[in-house]
């Protein structure tokens, strides 16, 4: 199995959280070939991929909201954001669900951008944004309301609570509120307060990732095709079954349970733990 099939399989398997991250990264690779100025060595985002403050702008684009939370400005950006994000979404789906997960992700990033836009035009700036931060933080910061005293190991460090960790974060962003990046930090807090609120709610009955998910299987069902349902003929066989059928049952319950045990294997001990040899048995399982 070369790189390339490596890295399809563990998106496939990775689950929905190790795609957001492929997202991310591939937005980023998109964004180095058409966006980056290596002259002045900057990217310069157009508008309707960044978030900008300008009513003139997000008014007429209003899917920047959602994809300026997958856009970085910088590999730094990007390589820092990504660790987090692996680290928080692993804390998260602990407890709660992919859909789940999702339906957080998307919400934030549109939330924290209702409010960074909105703050920028009280105060009378204009400025645009992008990065994943406020998604990541929500995701962090729900975790933390749900399980603030969940140890987490970290190195160099120990274990540690978990509140203390979003503490930390959640300090540094409010005392570089007014030094620099003051749009990307306002969008973070913003994160972090819908990320309390999802909790509360959904600890109180209310799951607001519901909206996402079925509006994502809205479109998923339209663009869907439908079966092709011909007339035909349809011969009836009273012949007594003969064994092969049953051979062929046997034979997909034994690899089906071949395929449970190896990710029952990757959920406890991770992808990289799995032989070369199991690798390349679930990727043409999932053929």
Sequence with gaps: MNI???LKLQYKLGGIAMRVIYWNIACFLISLVFFYQFSIGQFAFPGWLALSSDPEVFLFKPWTFLTYAFFHDGFLH?????MVLNFSSSLFLTFFT???YLGLYILSA???GIVFVLTYYFLNYSASIVGASAAIMAILVA???YQPLMNVRLLLIGNVKLWHITAVILILDLMQLRLGNMGGHISHL??????FIFIKL???GTDLSIMVSRTLDFFTNLFRKSPATPFRTVHKNYKKPTEKPISRIVTKDKTQQQIDEILDKISQSGYDCLTKEEKEFL???GK
């Excluded at 990007?78 to 990504?82: E, P, R, S, T, Y």
């Excluded at 913003?190 to 990320?195: E, H, L, N, P, T």
């Design 78 to 82: 990007l390589l820092f954001n990504m």
């Design 98 to 100: 992919q859909k789940q």
């Design 143 to 145: 975790t933390t309301t």
């Design 4 to 6: 390339l099939d490596d």
């Design 202 to 204: 959904l600890q109180n």
């Design 190 to 195: 913003a994160g972090a307060v819908f990320g």
């Design 283 to 285: 990727f043409k399982a």
């Design 110 to 112: 549109v939330f924290s």
